[in-house]
Protein backbone atom coordinates (compact mmCIF):
# COMPACT_ATOMS: atom_id res chain seq x y z
CA UNK A 1 0.00 0.00 0.00
CA UNK A 2 1.56 3.57 -0.91
CA UNK A 3 1.76 6.34 1.69
CA UNK A 4 -1.69 7.72 0.40
CA UNK A 5 -3.71 4.94 0.91
CA UNK A 6 -1.52 4.11 4.43
CA UNK A 7 -2.75 7.55 5.43
CA UNK A 8 -6.48 7.59 4.00
CA UNK A 9 -7.38 4.42 5.51
CA UNK A 10 -5.42 5.10 9.25
CA UNK A 11 -8.00 8.91 8.91
CA UNK A 12 -10.78 7.07 7.75
CA UNK A 13 -10.81 3.95 10.70
CA UNK A 14 -9.62 6.62 13.48
CA UNK A 15 -12.87 9.06 12.47
CA UNK A 16 -15.08 6.16 11.98
CA UNK A 17 -14.74 4.53 15.48
CA UNK A 18 -14.55 7.60 16.88
CA UNK A 19 -17.78 9.05 15.31
CA UNK A 20 -19.35 5.50 16.78
CA UNK A 21 -18.10 5.77 20.53
CA UNK A 22 -18.46 9.78 21.11
CA UNK A 23 -21.22 11.51 21.76
CA UNK A 24 -21.42 14.89 19.72
CA UNK A 25 -21.29 18.20 22.21
CA UNK A 26 -20.39 15.74 25.09
CA UNK A 27 -17.09 16.13 26.98
CA UNK A 28 -14.55 13.42 26.43
CA UNK A 29 -13.78 14.22 23.11
CA UNK A 30 -12.83 16.99 20.54
CA UNK A 31 -16.30 16.74 19.34
CA UNK A 32 -17.54 18.24 22.70
CA UNK A 33 -17.62 21.73 21.43
CA UNK A 34 -17.10 23.54 17.68
CA UNK A 35 -15.07 25.54 17.02
CA UNK A 36 -15.50 29.23 17.83
CA UNK A 37 -13.63 30.65 15.02
CA UNK A 38 -16.02 28.97 12.95
CA UNK A 39 -19.25 30.68 15.05
CA UNK A 40 -17.31 34.03 15.35
CA UNK A 41 -16.77 34.29 11.22
CA UNK A 42 -20.98 33.45 10.60
CA UNK A 43 -21.22 36.43 12.93
CA UNK A 44 -19.20 38.99 10.38
CA UNK A 45 -21.91 37.47 7.12
CA UNK A 46 -25.38 39.27 7.87
CA UNK A 47 -27.45 37.87 5.04
CA UNK A 48 -30.71 36.39 4.51
CA UNK A 49 -30.74 33.13 3.20
CA UNK A 50 -27.53 32.73 4.13
CA UNK A 51 -25.94 29.10 2.17
CA UNK A 52 -22.91 27.70 3.94
CA UNK A 53 -20.49 24.56 2.85
CA UNK A 54 -18.97 22.71 5.76
CA UNK A 55 -16.58 20.91 3.69
CA UNK A 56 -15.08 17.56 5.83
CA UNK A 57 -18.19 18.42 7.91
CA UNK A 58 -17.90 15.31 10.43
CA UNK A 59 -20.76 14.57 12.23
CA UNK A 60 -21.37 18.19 12.21
CA UNK A 61 -19.77 19.57 15.33
CA UNK A 62 -19.60 22.77 13.49
CA UNK A 63 -22.82 22.41 10.74
CA UNK A 64 -25.03 22.17 13.50
CA UNK A 65 -24.27 25.19 15.69
CA UNK A 66 -24.30 27.13 12.48
CA UNK A 67 -27.52 25.99 10.99
CA UNK A 68 -29.05 26.81 14.48
CA UNK A 69 -28.06 30.56 14.19
CA UNK A 70 -29.54 30.82 10.15
CA UNK A 71 -31.94 28.65 10.48
CA UNK A 72 -34.70 31.51 11.46
CA UNK A 73 -32.77 33.89 7.99
CA UNK A 74 -33.94 30.71 5.91
CA UNK A 75 -30.50 29.56 5.85
CA UNK A 76 -28.91 25.91 4.66
CA UNK A 77 -25.75 24.13 5.48
CA UNK A 78 -24.32 22.38 2.71
CA UNK A 79 -22.33 19.47 4.45
CA UNK A 80 -19.99 17.13 2.82
CA UNK A 81 -17.83 14.46 4.34
CA UNK A 82 -16.02 10.88 3.34
CA UNK A 83 -17.63 9.01 5.23
CA UNK A 84 -21.30 7.51 4.75
CA UNK A 85 -21.77 6.83 8.60
CA UNK A 86 -20.14 10.31 8.98
CA UNK A 87 -22.79 11.64 7.36
CA UNK A 88 -25.65 8.88 8.82
CA UNK A 89 -24.71 10.42 12.43
CA UNK A 90 -24.73 14.00 11.33
CA UNK A 91 -27.94 13.36 9.91
CA UNK A 92 -29.79 11.67 13.27
CA UNK A 93 -27.27 14.63 15.01
CA UNK A 94 -29.56 17.10 13.01
CA UNK A 95 -32.91 15.74 13.85
CA UNK A 96 -32.06 15.63 17.31
CA UNK A 97 -31.05 19.60 17.41
CA UNK A 98 -34.07 20.23 15.43
CA UNK A 99 -32.63 21.79 12.24
CA UNK A 100 -32.89 19.05 9.70
CA UNK A 101 -34.76 21.46 7.45
CA UNK A 102 -31.73 23.55 7.42
CA UNK A 103 -28.80 20.82 6.36
CA UNK A 104 -28.46 19.07 3.36
CA UNK A 105 -25.39 16.29 3.86
CA UNK A 106 -23.99 14.48 1.19
CA UNK A 107 -20.91 11.53 1.42
CA UNK A 108 -18.36 12.38 -1.28
CA UNK A 109 -14.37 13.31 -1.57
CA UNK A 110 -13.85 16.54 -1.26
CA UNK A 111 -11.58 16.06 -4.03
CA UNK A 112 -14.09 15.17 -6.10
CA UNK A 113 -16.95 17.01 -4.82
CA UNK A 114 -17.97 19.91 -7.36
CA UNK A 115 -18.33 23.07 -5.71
CA UNK A 116 -21.04 25.52 -7.40
CA UNK A 117 -19.57 28.88 -8.97
CA UNK A 118 -20.89 31.52 -6.95
CA UNK A 119 -23.35 30.02 -4.44
CA UNK A 120 -21.91 30.49 -0.89
CA UNK A 121 -21.71 33.17 1.52
CA UNK A 122 -19.50 31.41 4.15
CA UNK A 123 -17.60 27.90 3.31
CA UNK A 124 -15.54 25.72 5.96
CA UNK A 125 -12.72 23.89 5.56
CA UNK A 126 -11.93 22.45 9.31
CA UNK A 127 -9.65 20.00 9.20
CA UNK A 128 -10.16 18.97 5.83
CA UNK A 129 -8.11 20.11 3.12
CA UNK A 130 -4.45 18.21 4.29
CA UNK A 131 -6.69 14.86 3.40
CA UNK A 132 -6.32 15.92 -0.20
CA UNK A 133 -3.79 13.69 -2.58
CA UNK A 134 -1.32 16.37 -3.54
CA UNK A 135 -0.18 20.41 -3.21
CA UNK A 136 -2.19 20.57 -6.91
CA UNK A 137 -4.98 19.31 -5.69
CA UNK A 138 -5.06 21.59 -2.62
CA UNK A 139 -4.53 24.60 -5.04
CA UNK A 140 -7.58 23.50 -7.17
CA UNK A 141 -9.72 23.09 -4.17
CA UNK A 142 -9.03 26.34 -3.25
CA UNK A 143 -9.60 27.98 -6.12
CA UNK A 144 -12.98 26.34 -6.35
CA UNK A 145 -13.99 27.20 -3.10
CA UNK A 146 -13.24 31.22 -4.78
CA UNK A 147 -15.12 31.41 -7.32
CA UNK A 148 -17.84 29.24 -5.39
CA UNK A 149 -18.10 32.16 -3.11
CA UNK A 150 -20.16 35.21 -3.47
CA UNK A 151 -18.80 38.69 -3.17
CA UNK A 152 -18.00 40.00 0.65
CA UNK A 153 -18.35 35.57 1.45
CA UNK A 154 -15.76 33.96 3.98
CA UNK A 155 -13.82 31.06 3.86
CA UNK A 156 -12.15 29.84 7.65
CA UNK A 157 -9.65 27.38 6.50
CA UNK A 158 -8.16 25.03 9.24
CA UNK A 159 -5.52 22.68 8.88
CA UNK A 160 -2.79 20.72 10.54
CA UNK A 161 0.69 21.17 8.80
CA UNK A 162 4.31 20.06 9.76
CA UNK A 163 3.01 16.74 11.25
CA UNK A 164 5.33 14.85 12.73
CA UNK A 165 5.99 11.90 15.32
CA UNK A 166 8.53 12.05 17.89
CA UNK A 167 9.85 9.14 19.65
CA UNK A 168 10.09 10.49 23.36
CA UNK A 169 12.21 8.14 24.51
CA UNK A 170 14.63 8.23 21.58
CA UNK A 171 13.93 11.70 20.47
CA UNK A 172 14.09 10.37 16.75
CA UNK A 173 11.59 11.79 14.52
CA UNK A 174 9.92 11.06 11.63
CA UNK A 175 7.02 12.59 9.31
CA UNK A 176 3.73 11.62 10.32
CA UNK A 177 1.16 9.70 7.94
CA UNK A 178 -1.46 11.95 6.69
CA UNK A 179 -2.24 12.24 3.27
CA UNK A 180 -0.66 16.07 2.44
CA UNK A 181 1.79 16.78 5.01
CA UNK A 182 2.60 20.74 3.84
CA UNK A 183 5.27 22.68 5.78
CA UNK A 184 3.62 25.49 7.58
CA UNK A 185 5.51 28.04 5.21
CA UNK A 186 4.47 26.59 2.07
CA UNK A 187 0.79 26.36 2.93
CA UNK A 188 0.80 29.81 4.32
CA UNK A 189 2.83 30.65 0.74
CA UNK A 190 0.17 29.01 -0.87
CA UNK A 191 -2.57 30.40 0.99
CA UNK A 192 -1.17 34.02 0.59
CA UNK A 193 -1.09 33.98 -3.23
CA UNK A 194 -4.04 33.02 -3.53
CA UNK A 195 -6.00 35.23 -1.57
CA UNK A 196 -3.69 38.17 -2.54
CA UNK A 197 -6.77 39.69 -3.96
CA UNK A 198 -9.30 38.73 -0.81
CA UNK A 199 -8.94 40.48 2.77
CA UNK A 200 -6.73 38.15 4.85
CA UNK A 201 -8.86 38.34 8.16
CA UNK A 202 -6.75 35.47 10.43
CA UNK A 203 -3.65 33.90 9.59
CA UNK A 204 -2.10 32.08 12.85
CA UNK A 205 -0.26 29.00 13.75
CA UNK A 206 -0.57 27.18 16.92
CA UNK A 207 1.70 24.18 18.19
CA UNK A 208 -0.70 20.94 18.88
CA UNK A 209 1.16 18.01 20.94
CA UNK A 210 -1.19 14.84 21.79
CA UNK A 211 1.05 11.84 23.26
CA UNK A 212 -0.15 8.38 22.13
CA UNK A 213 1.42 4.92 22.67
CA UNK A 214 2.46 3.28 19.64
CA UNK A 215 3.66 -0.12 19.40
CA UNK A 216 4.25 -0.19 23.01
CA UNK A 217 6.26 2.88 22.08
CA UNK A 218 6.04 6.42 24.25
CA UNK A 219 4.89 8.61 20.82
CA UNK A 220 4.30 12.17 20.37
CA UNK A 221 2.16 13.94 17.13
CA UNK A 222 3.44 17.12 16.55
CA UNK A 223 1.76 19.73 14.04
CA UNK A 224 1.41 23.32 13.45
CA UNK A 225 -2.66 24.18 13.45
CA UNK A 226 -2.98 26.95 11.17
CA UNK A 227 -6.35 28.63 11.19
CA UNK A 228 -6.55 31.04 7.94
CA UNK A 229 -9.49 33.48 7.07
CA UNK A 230 -10.36 35.98 4.37
CA UNK A 231 -13.29 37.82 3.30
CA UNK A 232 -13.93 38.00 -0.44
CA UNK A 233 -13.42 41.41 -2.57
CA UNK A 234 -12.05 43.07 0.62
CA UNK A 235 -9.31 45.57 0.44
C1 LIG B 1 -10.81 15.97 12.19
S1 LIG B 1 -12.32 15.63 11.39
C2 LIG B 1 -13.11 17.22 11.45
C3 LIG B 1 -14.59 17.15 11.24
C4 LIG B 1 -15.28 18.51 11.29
N1 LIG B 1 -14.78 19.42 10.29
C5 LIG B 1 -15.13 19.11 12.67
O1 LIG B 1 -14.43 20.11 12.81
O2 LIG B 1 -15.72 18.54 13.59
C6 LIG B 1 -11.90 15.48 9.65
C7 LIG B 1 -13.08 15.03 8.80
O3 LIG B 1 -12.70 15.13 7.43
C8 LIG B 1 -13.23 14.03 6.74
N2 LIG B 1 -12.44 13.83 5.52
C9 LIG B 1 -11.16 13.41 5.43
N3 LIG B 1 -10.78 13.36 4.14
C10 LIG B 1 -11.83 13.78 3.41
C11 LIG B 1 -12.06 13.94 2.02
N4 LIG B 1 -11.10 13.67 1.12
N5 LIG B 1 -13.27 14.36 1.61
C12 LIG B 1 -14.26 14.63 2.52
N6 LIG B 1 -14.09 14.51 3.84
C13 LIG B 1 -12.90 14.09 4.29
C14 LIG B 1 -13.13 12.88 7.73
O4 LIG B 1 -13.99 11.81 7.39
C15 LIG B 1 -13.49 13.59 9.03
O5 LIG B 1 -14.87 13.52 9.29
Not at 74 to 99: F, H, M, R, T, W
Request: aromatic share 8%; hydrophobic share 40%; with cysteine.
Amino acid sequence: MNIFDRAREKEKSYHEKLYEEAVLFEPGSWLAKPVQTVLDHLDLLPFPDIRVLDLGCGVGRNSIPVAQRIRSANGKVICVDLLPSAIDKLVQYAALYGVSSSIEALAADVEQYEIAEASYHYIIACSCLEHLSSEEAFVCKVKQMQAGTVDQGIHCIMMSTEVKEIDRETGFEEKGLIELNLSTDRAFSILDELYSEWEVLTRRQVQQDIQEVKDGREVLFRSQWMTFTARKGGD
